[in-house]
């Protein structure tokens, strides 16, 4: 589960979207929403999905997981391969400014239910973070593990995937003066490299999935 949790984690537009809300007003009490709606959307539905996949044996009992999840796995790895051709071709050329999502812009005006609603739909409702939950679940799920090391390797996953909220909260609230800054650096370079941060990260993610889907399945 760690790649798709990883990949979760360095997802620039969450952690654009936090550091544009911890520097508006009311930015302590909707930043500490918005972490919050993020990490609890993250841990219901990897929960959901877990056990659904335990339920349906999504591993054969011999250190491998089941043939549906093998081919599942496969499916999810192409879809990352194209999720990253995606990002490539869809990337700001030289001297293009990428346009902010609309919200962004709505961003002062929010309170904290709007803000961790927000939250809540980007972590699952983006379809690139929800095919990366479910390929973690999955891996979970299809693992010999029994109910506590599960528990474990979910909570694990949920953990590091809300570092991109959490950290820049822990940040603001710590940093003092300097915060700002930090936080602002961090943005910008995030909003330069979106393009080039997930398609690197969906072709690796894609092609590790489907390495070991042909693997399990031959």
């Known amino acids: 589960m760690l790649p798709s949790a990883v990949g979760i984690a360095i997802s620039p537009l969450p952690l654009i979207a936090v550091i544009l809300m911890l520097a508006t007003p009311n930015?302590?009490?909707?930043?500490?929403?918005?972490?919050?709606?993020?990490?609890?959307?993250?841990?219901?539905?990897?929960?959901?999905?877990?056990?659904?996949?335990s339920g349906a044996d999504a591993s054969s009992g011999d250190d491998?997981?089941?043939?549906?999840?093998?081919?599942?796995?496969?499916?999810?790895?192409?879809?990352?391969?194209?999720?990253?051709?995606?990002?490539?071709?869809?990337?700001p050329r030289d001297g293009q400014e990428t346009q902010a999502p609309g919200w962004m812009k709505a961003i002062d005006q929010f309170t904290p239910a709007k803000a961790a609603a927000l939250s809540a739909a980007l972590a699952v409702a983006n379809p690139k973070n929800l095919v990366l939950v479910?390929?973690?679940a999955l891996a979970i799920a299809g693992s010999t593990?029994?109910?506590?090391?599960?528990?474990?390797?979910?909570?694990?996953?949920?953990?590091?995937?809300?570092?991109?909220?959490?950290?820049?909260?822990?940040?603001?609230?710590?940093?003092?003066?300097?915060?700002a800054t930090t936080l602002d650096s961090w943005k910008a370079w995030m909003s330069?490299?979106?393009?080039?941060?997930?398609?690197v990260v969906l072709a690796v993610l894609g092609a590790?999935?489907?390495?070991?889907?042909?693997?399990a399945l031959t």
């Not at 539905?45 to 056990?51: D, G, I, P, R, Y």
């Not at 089941?66 to 790895?77: D, E, M, P, Q, R």
């Not at 599960?150 to 915060?179: D, E, F």
């Open 134 to 136: 479910v390929g973690g």
């Open 208 to 215: 590790k999935y489907i390495g070991d889907a042909i693997s």
């Open 27 to 53: 930015g302590r009490t909707n930043g500490i929403a918005f972490a919050a709606g993020w990490t609890a959307a993250l841990a219901l539905t990897t929960a959901a999905l877990v056990l659904l996949g």
């Open 145 to 179: 593990a029994g109910t506590g090391g599960k528990t474990v390797a979910a909570v694990l996953m949920v953990l590091i995937a809300s570092l991109c909220t959490t950290v820049p909260l822990a940040v603001y609230l710590s940093g003092g003066q300097r915060a």
């Open 192 to 199: 330069a490299h979106n393009a080039a941060i997930m398609t």
């Open 64 to 91: 491998t997981p089941a043939t549906w999840a093998s081919w599942l796995k496969l499916a999810l790895g192409l879809l990352f391969a194209l999720l990253a051709v995606k990002q490539f071709t869809g990337r």
